[in-house]
DNA sequence: TAACCAATAT
DNA sequence: CATATTGGTT
């Protein structure tokens, strides 16, 4: 019996995206083929989803009187795009059977990850339900099931770190190092986020979230700009071994490869807190010889 | 009914 | 191993 969350009432507070600016579900995750697949109209109100309208969020603060998230600092337009325009089945033309299609594996990227780390800590850990979940990350594609799935292995992941970081004893060996990457087999994109440190109590009320989030999406068709473009984040199912070698020194991320404008970073503090993100040497090895590399460029957001 | 969660399957 | 899918509850 969960049933005592009737509370977040009195949070939720004008830190949600008014239902305007939430939504705005558009952002091409859909690829051209699925959306063509699904008649899917380009103008906005296509959801994959067969099974959940985008309805507003729950309960709707009867008044915002406040404010919302900063209008838009540099809200990428962070699209779980799957590849797609490659070979397609058997069916050359391709126009028709279209029901019955699978959308490839949503590959959880430290961009993605980040922000559903963000959304789970700007929801608190009551709030943090699937659905809320994905309506706030406004990531278009996404679904709930993608979430739960990853909220699952989430929680997992945050329940293994408490019992690690007290209790003694058991397994010897490793040292706590508290927010200290665990272990090598046991983090892996995981300890690429900083994990909120209220996550098991009751967020406080006194204690109000952190940090600014915005949740709002890009209003844009990129539609276009995905057609146009071959490929934004082909990450259909491929092992990051080890990427390419730079072409010319310079790395080029499937992510950032887009969204080639005016990026400014907004009260960006001088230094930045996140995570340097550091490679164990040893660790890899002792794992089997398998060394994934998770780097990415930490200047995003 | 729809959503959650945990377990299981791919 | 990371996700997806399914089953059982609420």
Request: net charge negative.
């Given at each position: 019996m969960r049933e005592e969350d009737s509370n977040w009432f009195s949070k939720?507070?004008?830190?949600?995206?008014?239902p305007d600016e939430l939504t705005?579900?558009?952002?091409?995750?859909?690829?051209p083929d699925l959306a063509l697949a699904f008649d899917i109209?380009?103008?906005?109100?296509?959801?994959?989803?067969?099974?959940?309208?985008?309805?507003?969020?729950?309960?709707?603060?009867?008044?915002?009187s406040g404010h919302l998230?900063?209008?838009?600092?540099?809200?990428?337009?962070?699209s779980a795009e799957?590849?797609?325009?490659s070979e397609l089945g058997p069916?050359?033309?391709?126009?028709?059977?279209?029901?019955t299609l699978k959308r490839p594996r949503l590959v959880w990227t430290p961009q993605l990850h980040k922000r559903f780390v963000d959304a789970v800590a700007h929801l608190g850990i009551k709030n943090a339900v699937p659905k809320t979940i994905m309506q706030l990350m406004?990531?278009?594609?996404?679904t709930r099931e993608n979430v739960a799935s990853h909220l699952q292995k989430y929680r997992l992941y945050l329940k293994r770190m408490q019992g690690l970081s007290v209790?003694?004893?058991?397994?010897?060996?490793?040292?706590?190092?508290?927010?200290?990457?665990?272990d090598p087999a046991t983090?892996?994109?995981?300890?690429?986020s900083p994990v909120?440190?209220?996550?098991?109590?009751?967020?406080?009320?006194?204690?109000e979230h952190y940090l600014p989030f915005v949740p709002v999406a890009l209003q844009h068709h990129q539609m276009a700009a995905a057609a146009g473009h071959?490929?934004?984040?082909?990450?259909?199912?491929?092992?990051?071994g080890h990427f390419g070698?730079?072409?010319?020194?310079q790395f080029e991320h499937p992510f950032l490869?887009?969204?080639?404008?005016?990026i400014h970073r907004m009260g960006?503090?001088?230094?930045?807190?996140?995570?340097?993100?550091v490679e164990d040497l040893e660790s890899a090895n002792a794992n089997g010889g398998r060394k994934v590399l998770t780097l990415f460029p930490t200047g995003d957001d």
């Open positions: 939720w507070e004008d830190e949600l995206p008014s705005p579900l558009s952002q091409t995750l859909i690829t109209p380009t103008p906005p109100h296509a959801n994959p989803s067969p099974t959940s309208p985008p309805r507003h969020p729950p309960p709707t603060p009867t008044n915002h998230p900063p209008p838009s600092s540099v809200t990428q337009p962070i799957f590849a797609d325009s069916n050359s033309g391709g126009d028709e059977p279209a029901r406004s990531v278009d594609g996404l209790g003694g004893g058991g397994g010897g060996g490793g040292g706590g190092g508290l927010a200290a990457s665990s983090d892996h994109l995981f300890a690429s909120p440190a209220h996550f098991l109590h009751p967020v406080r009320p006194s204690s071959p490929q934004l984040q082909p990450q259909y199912h491929r092992q990051v070698p730079p072409p010319n020194g490869s887009r969204q080639a404008g005016p960006a503090p001088i230094h930045n807190p996140v995570q340097p993100y």
